[in-house]
């Protein structure tokens, strides 16, 4: 797929975008009722964000990938009005933090690190946003140091996970698309934290996503700067065994980033023809599967550039 905000598809991803198309376009739906009737508005973040995830839920067994290519930019402007219009609802903030992770880590050209960076500081700051109404004492922490944010994070529960994963996604990748900036850099220890409170709260969330953020960032680490690639190894495969044989998106991420940086040529290959070939029988991951099948292909094809 061409345009990746960061070479990869991250395996929640397509889900979500799934999901908030249909959010997105119930929003619409809504709001064009309701016009300015603030009752209208009020009820329409009530009521999209159930309905949207059972319909997702149907639309996940199909493969049409440009389908989904096609419709994720209409519903962006829909969500940042609610989330304008909603100011103090968390699920409303939350909806819109990953639509803009979403798109962004999908479908934006990563040499395009101006629209990148801004994409994943809009979804970090909603998501902060929406921590903060539901855990008044992140607010202040938020812009605070790394201990008391570290402090604060003690008092989310297993409720916020997914908005904490979520955000701490952002965030990093705001901070890779902001590598330039001592700044950024700096909020590191803040992710790290966030990240580690959910391994704490939900450590399976969404199939394996906390070891494979690990696997991801003990891998392109610097050299001497923190790389170490047996415990990334373990934290990639500590996730394909949470996500199981038939979730391919982690093991073709497990190719992309550990092989490629241990320059293990024959695993690369090995591991990606096994994505291609694989024919999981799994209706609920039929989209994910076809999008990391895709991807495994255009990486082979890429082998020698890579290595």
Request: hydrophobic share 45%; charged share 25%.
């Amino acid at each position: 797929m061409a345009g990746r905000g960061a070479g990869y598809v991250y395996p929640f991803v397509m889900k979500r975008i799934l999901s908030l198309l249909m959010l997105g376009g119930l929003a619409a739906v809504v709001l064009s009722l309701g016009g300015g009737c603030a009752l209208m508005r009020k009820g329409a973040a009530r009521v999209i964000t159930p309905v949207a995830g059972q319909l997702s839920e149907g639309l996940m067994h199909q493969d049409d990938v440009e389908l989904v290519r096609d419709g994720a930019p209409a519903f962006l402007l829909v969500l940042d009005a609610l989330a304008e219009s909603h100011p103090d609802n968390p699920g409303v903030l939350l909806a819109a933090s990953e639509a803009q992770l979403a798109y962004a880590t999908g479908f934006v050209d990563s040499a395009n690190r101006e629209r990148t960076r801004q994409m994943y500081r809009k979804a970090r700051d909603y998501g902060l946003r929406a921590l903060a109404k539901t855990r008044p004492r992140f607010a202040k922490a938020s812009k605070g140091d790394a201990r008391s944010f570290e402090q604060a994070l003690q008092y989310t529960r297993k409720a916020d996970a997914k908005a904490l994963i979520t955000t701490a996604t952002a965030w990093v990748m705001w901070i890779i698309a902001s590598s330039d900036s001592p700044a950024a850099l700096g909020d590191m220890p803040k992710v790290l934290a966030m990240m580690e409170r959910v391994k704490e709260l939900d450590p399976t969330i969404r199939q394996g996503g906390v070891d494979l953020f690990y696997g991801i960032y003990y891998t392109v680490l610097p050299l001497g700067g923190g790389r170490d690639l047996e415990k990334a190894r373990e934290h990639f495969e500590r996730s394909m065994n949470i996500a199981g044989p038939d979730y391919l998106l982690t093991r073709v991420t497990f190719a992309e980033f550990y092989a490629r940086y241990a320059f293990d040529q024959e695993l690369f290959e090995k591991t990606l023809q096994e994505v291609i070939d694989a024919r999981p029988e799994a209706p609920e991951f039929t989209l994910m599967n076809a999008v990391a099948q895709m991807r495994a292909r255009e990486l082979l094809e890429q082998v020698d550039d890579l290595f």
